[in-house]
Structure formats: C-alpha cells, structure tokens
DNA sequence: CAAGAAAGTATCACAGGTATACTAATGAGG
DNA sequence: CCTCATTAGTATACCTGTGATACTTTCTTG
C-alpha cells in the first residue's frame, strides 16, 4: 500500500507548524534535505516528464511503473523512491503537464474566462489523458493552483462573493474537461482499425432502430434530425466540435454575467 | 482482449438491417436467439444485479470478476458467456443503476430542468460510484435514453434548436457528475480511519502556507476568506453541498433562460 | 579509510483479465 | 430411448501490474 516515501515513513522531526505531507513537498518540488549517502541518478522530475511522454505517446493506460522504469534505464521499484505510489505519481503527472498558464489579463471578464476557458481547452486537447486522471482531491499543485489563480484573477474586478467565484471556475473547468473527454473518445475509437468504423456505424444504425417512437418520442426525432443526417461529410469534425464547445461555453457565461449584474446592484 | 460472446464471434446470418452488435443486444435485454442445449443459470441480469450490489458495498473498485462470479457461486469464466468483458459490465451496471427517471412532468421547464437534475443528483449520491464509471461512447442503454429522453421532453416546449437541447442536457449531466464526484470524494477520503482527518488538516494547513500570497495573491485570499475559515464546525456537510450545488444549477438555468429568450423572438 | 546512509536492484507474493481447451447438461431427431 | 449437435459452465494457464522485503551498491562525512 506504502512505499518507503509514504508520510508516515519519512518525515523528520519538525514542529507541527512546518509539517508538510510528503506528497506535498514533492508535488511543490521542495528540496531534499539530507546530503548524505549515494547521490540519486533519479528525481521526480526526470521520472514524471518520462510518465507524461508515454502518456502523450500512449495514453494513460500504457502508463505502467515498469514501462516508465524502463524508459529511463531502471527498474521499476527504483520509481518508488521518488514518487509514493502510482496514483500519486498520475497525480503528479498531471500537475506538470497542465503547465503554467498564458497571460490573461483583460479588464473584460467574459473576454478573460472565454479565454481562460480556450485555454484549458488547448491543453486538454494536445493531452486528452488529462482529462482521465482521476481527481484525488482538490487541486493542489502548483500549476493546478496558477490556473486557479488566473480565473480568479479575471474574477477578482467583480464583487461576487467567493463561493460564486469557486462555483464558477469549478463548473467552467468541469465543462471543459467533460467536453474534451467526449470529443477525444469519439477520435479514439475511430482511430483503432478501420473495421472499427464499420463497428460504429452499425452501432449507430442498431441505436436508432431500438429507440421507438411510441416510447422515446423526443429522442426518436432528435435522432432523425438534421443534426444526425444533414452534416455527416462536409463538415469537418473539428469545427462541428468548436461549434458545440462554444455553444455551452457562451451559456455559462451567460449564467455568469447574471450573477454579475445581480451582485453589482 | 474479446471473450466468446464479441460481435465477431456470434451473430447469426442476418440482413444487414436487423444487425445489432452484441453489447447492444444484451444492453436492451433482447431475447436469445436459439434454444438448443443445455440452459442457462446465469442471465446479464442476475451478473449485472450482483456486481451492483457489490459497487454499492465496495464502491467501482471492489467489482472485479472474480468476486462477481463468486457472489454468484460461480467461476470467473462463467461471467464471459454473458458479458462480452469488463468494460461492458460496467456499461451494463450504469445504466441499470441508473434505473429509469421519475415523472418529471411540468410546463415550466426551469422547474422541470431543475428536478431532473435533482433527480439525477440523488440517484448519483445513492451510488457514487456511477459518477466514475468511464463513458464508453454516447448513452445507449435504455435508462440513459429513458433519461435523456425526459430532458428532451421538458424541453419540447421550447423553441430551442436540437443542437442547443443537447447541449444543454449534457451540460446538466455533467454538472451533476462533476459535483457529486467531487463531494463523495471528499466524503471517502474522511471516511478512511480516523487518522485520514489529521492527515487531511496537515494537508491543508501545509497548502495554505505554500500558496504564497506574492505568487498567488488571489488564491492566498481565497484561503484565508470567510470560506475556509468560518463554516468548519456550525454548518452541516450537507447544506454546504447543497448550497453549492443550487449555485451552479441556478447559474446554468440562467444561462437557459437567456438562450430561451433569445429563441423565442 | 571506515561507518553509515541513501539509491537502486532482485525476488516475491498476490491479484485481475481473459484466451484456450475442456466437461457437462439438455432438447431435437432418429 | 439413444445419440449428437449445441450451448453453459469450468480448469488451467499466461500475462501484466502493483508494491513489500531484503539485498547490494555507491556515495558523503568523520
């Protein structure tokens, strides 16, 4: 359950004030204190950026601790001395590859989050894994926590209170990593084999049929609508995707400037 | 990677018309085709029942195959002639916990949206694991249509376009999701021993002091804000959850109705 | 140059998914 | 009623992955 880097294992004596959690100090990249003893070849930095190139090449999944091991000329017990688990380690992941934030300073708010927003979306996009980690708590890195402080920075000439402002960088952030999900699924699967588009169009076409009108009114028609037949080909699939992105993008900010002007009175 | 039961394996000749994949075929509980030899014991009800039950003791985790075909008094193999693998037990077990929507029925659809989502959110707090089983593609079973086909119908009074209708439900969903993930995380992570809360302080406490208000000036006043400071003790869990909760689906409703008005001139 | 501390390694136990090849049970046709 | 095709469930095995334990190596400091 444990490595040897666990919290329990390995923090000196430190008055509770300094005490901070080992995953913590690794994910903030603090120094090691001690000097002593054989001189690591490893460091978290080497071992996350070897993870996130695997990850970027094959997907989460094919982020294993022996491939990563190996992609660095170790074993894959040596990765235990620098990260404390394999979620950990995800965790770590995806703090680095977030990366830091562009400068998005405008006086404008809905420019900024739209912007902020696209941003993400870029991110998430050149990365699809991202949005696959699972969560394990509150965004805690440091770059989680400079994204987190460019929306809030684009907030911060509004009087919402600090729950609007936590509420809505949350549900922002939530649809974009829903959306890119969804759309990078899609891709996914048409890229594994051709005989995989045939698969889905079946699937496609075996769907419709089992969605009856006498008991899925609504659906049947959505599903016989122009959105379903019409653009199949000469649309490109990117612009159709940055179409529906903006389209619940523009709705949120809809919701947001709501609040805005309601607070401003 | 397929078991015996994969589309290749066992589609009887058919016209290309009455083809329908197999994972979708037992998603719809479609009869079985011949009635040669030995019977059955085991239906996809009574597996995907059992590793319900499970998920809802052991949460997504502790539903391995093994233990499923075990609960049942049956070996692990025995599982693969009812379900084509893993992932499409878990695509089975969603949408038959999902279980099908309540009457929603309104001429308001701010209200009808709004009970849905509260409807969804409580189906979810019931089982949080069904917020973390991965989206394999777009809804296909019978609930998740039965679902999505109540939205449809809440907003058919609307003069919204279909692209904005499901934009909009999904944006819901996902709201939902994303809270009810968030919230039982934290709710797990409480729930691990006693000695997880001093750990979780620590946590904190070690966070609030790296977020240093020179390099984070607006998440430094975030953290140390009424928010994190005030409510610790007096207030319920629950009734922060749910404040939070109404804040963003307010939020979202906003951003309908302007959507609404703007369709209907 | 010894002492000892930390880095990296070799082994191991355990668990899960699933392919393959088996045995068992049942109804249809002779 | 027997036999055989047909389908259900089983036994076995492989492979992969996490991570515990104990060992060896290579440093720094005294």
Known sequence: MMGPNSPEANEGAMTSEDFVPAALRRLWRMPESSRLGRPAALDVDLVVAAAVEIADRDGLGGVTIPKVAKSLGFTGMSLYRH???KNELLTLMADAAMGTPPDLDTDDWREGLRNWAFAQRAVFRRRPWLTRVP??????????IAWMEAALAIMSRTRLDWAHKVGILTLIN???VQSVRQYSEL???RAEGQGQADAERDYGRALVRLVEPEHFPETAR???SALFEALPSDT???TIADTDFSLGLELILDGVAVRIE???S
């Open 83 to 85: 990260v404390g688990s």
């Open 135 to 144: 969560a394990s708590g509150p965004p805690s890195g440091p770059n989680q």
């Open 174 to 176: 939530g649809y974009v």
């Open 187 to 189: 891709a996914e699967g």
């Open 222 to 224: 959505l599903f016989s």
């Open 236 to 238: 490109p699939d990117a």
């Open 262 to 264: 309601r607070s401003d």
